[in-house]
């Protein structure tokens, strides 16, 4: 991997004698803030104290000595060391390494292999997938692919919300008011009357939730056909879930979900207890936490909660897939409770308790109010979907109708919009929901940058381009820009997964597209001469960085659009 800022150090490191390890220096250079100033900048200040000279003399010393071919001058400007790379060979150079490289550039070998456990999506079952759900489905997978380019191995857990009290609940009110072909016809939407019934009835009749309590007692005892019964809406539940996972094209090392942990909770209650961190409280068992409230553990009636199978699972993770780290992709709201299990699973010495982090990120709003699936008021997330795909493939019939395959574009252009929309942004951002700004053409939307790689993808083909031997020699001006993006490409994947942060790569794809966009406007790429191999060389290192980016973020790049 060429990295420039490794042949600055380089320089640097010989003449200054030993004076300063290349590690050290290499994390002192910088992006200099104007162009004029070149491509790489060294302070000399924090030398000049170990030095006992000025920054400006030892800046002026250490321009004298450039023994890179990859550097067209070095100059002192202050206390600075100012590189400027030689455009031509270092153009060439990335180039040839993007296209021998090909999806593989940019791959960092953090993880050697190791684990990461990634909890994502985790709807609940027998309730509506919620934009809070799409936002963590989509924030985990783009998680999970970046780390995979980190080198680690990443196992996607579907952590689905199965198991608790409610579902006592829900046995109760399908046994009362329950249709069995109903629910076949519309399992989510049945299941989600019956529950807001129950909790109607149960005002008037306190009976019912006692009811509700003893058959969750049954189904932890898995007594008197409440297993089956429960079993049937898991299932018909993950029916309606696979068709988003379907659209959006993810898959899951793992769908235990919480109900998974009920035979593997009284090993955490025993070793609590050992620890003698389990105390009673009345009536119920729960770990004290010295600046966090109290982290109920079991229920007065003996019954588990969602932190109890939470220790159940983290402990499950770490001793089966041997997971160097252990995230967590979950909104806001539940930062407390993970502040709790993270805080008890270290008293519990649990070893892996560094390596467990809590991912939040912020809410989906409609005209600044939360989108809200309570009350039966729900936002179908598969209807936005197929909007989303209905209104990619309205666009397709207007712009492009001999376009082959143009159900399979819209849909990866509709769903990419999506996807697109939501990771544009820091994670812990608000998100308006907006169907129509997620599919304009012409900003930062997910149908820009894949327009881009079309674009792309469409010169080489009209160029007929069949790869590139020899030398390199683009002397185009503006296509320095776009080489610079494609440059920075490895360390925005670093970047996003140091900082857990897709939006990186969003905010990347959109860069490399703009200063592509830009270059296209400038030359004329299909014109017969002696540059035109080298820029259709340039254009598919573009292709190549732009649908690897986008793969990235969860997001298909169709070559024609
Ligand atoms: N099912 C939960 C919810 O919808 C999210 C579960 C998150 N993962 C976990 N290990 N607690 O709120």
């Not at 056909?225 to 068709?243: C, M, P, T, V």
Request: glycine share 8%; with cysteine; aromatic share 10%.
């Amino acid at each position: 991997m060429k990295n420039f800022k490794d042949s600055f150090a380089d320089v640097l490191f010989e003449a200054l004698d030993g004076h300063l390890d290349k590690q050290k220096i290499s994390l002192m250079i910088e992006k200099p803030k104007f162009e004029h100033m070149g491509d790489l900048a060294f302070p000399c200040f924090e030398l000049a104290k170990i030095l006992r000279k000025s920054p400006q003399g030892i800046a002026a010393d250490l321009a004298g000595k450039n023994g890179s071919p990859f550097f067209e001058k070095i100059e002192a400007a202050g206390g600075y060391v100012n590189a400027f790379l030689e455009k031509g060979i270092v153009t060439a150079s990335v180039i040839r390494q993007v296209l021998t490289e090909k999806e593989a550039y940019g791959d960092a070998n953090l993880g050697n292999g190791q684990a990461i456990t990634i909890d994502l999506s985790s709807p609940n079952i027998a309730k509506p997938f919620s934009m809070g759900h799409l936002r963590s489905t989509v924030i985990g997978n783009a998680l999970a692919l970046i780390s995979e380019k980190c080198g680690y191995r990443a196992i996607r857990i579907n952590h689905l919300g199965d198991w608790g009290t409610q579902f006592g609940k829900l046995i109760v009110a399908y046994k009362l008011w329950g249709n069995e072909e109903k629910v076949k016809q519309q399992p989510i939407k049945e299941l989600l009357k019956l529950y807001v019934q129950f909790h109607e009835e149960a005002e008037a009749n306190p009976e019912l939730e006692d009811m509700g309590r003893q058959w969750f007692k049954k189904l932890e005892d898995e007594d008197g056909g409440a297993l089956s019964l429960w079993k049937w809406f898991r299932e018909e539940s993950l029916k309606e879930f696979s068709k988003i996972y379907d659209l959006l094209g993810i898959r899951f090392d793992s769908t235990n979900g919480e109900a998974f942990y009920n035979d593997k909770m009284d090993r955490v209650v025993e070793l609590l207890k050992e620890k003698k961190l389990l105390i009673e409280s009345d009536g119920a068992q729960v770990v004290q936490l010295e600046d966090l409230p109290p982290c109920l553990i079991k229920k007065k009636d003996g019954t588990t909660l969602y932190a109890t199978r939470d220790l159940a699972a983290a402990i499950y993770r770490h001793e089966t897939y041997g997971s160097v780290q252990s995230l967590y992709v979950v909104g806001n709201e539940q930062s407390l409770h993970f502040k709790q299990l993270f805080s008890v699973l270290e008293k519990m010495g649990f070893t892996c308790a560094g390596g467990l982090v809590h991912i939040p990120f912020g809410m989906m709003l409609k005209d600044g109010k939360k989108m809200s699936t309570r009350k039966g008021k729900v936002v179908l997330l598969e209807e936005v979907l197929h909007e989303a795909i209905s209104l990619a493939l309205e666009d397709i019939l207007k712009k492009n109708p001999d376009l082959p395959a143009k159900e399979k574009v819209a849909r990866q252009v509709g769903t990419g919009a999506v996807i697109f929309h939501d990771l544009k942004n820091f994670r812990m951002n608000d998100i308006e929901f907006s169907l129509e700004d997620m599919l304009r053409f012409e900003g930062e939307t997910g149908p820009y940058v894949q327009y881009t790689h079309a674009r792309a993808a469409s010169l080489l083909r009209k160029g007929k381009f069949a790869g590139s031997s020899g030398d390199i020699q683009l002397e185009d001006p503006e296509a320095w820009p776009v080489v610079t993006a494609l440059m920075a490409f490895p360390e925005a994947v670093k970047r996003a997964f140091a900082e857990y942060d897709p939006s990186q790569i969003a905010k990347y794809v959109i860069e490399l597209s703009r200063a592509f966009n830009k270059y296209y406007a400038s030359v004329r790429f299909l014109e017969e001469s002696s540059q035109k191999q080298a820029r259709l060389s340039l254009a598919y290192s573009v292709t190549i960085v732009l649908k690897e980016g986008l793969r990235l973020l969860g997001i298909e790049a169709p070559k024609e659009m």
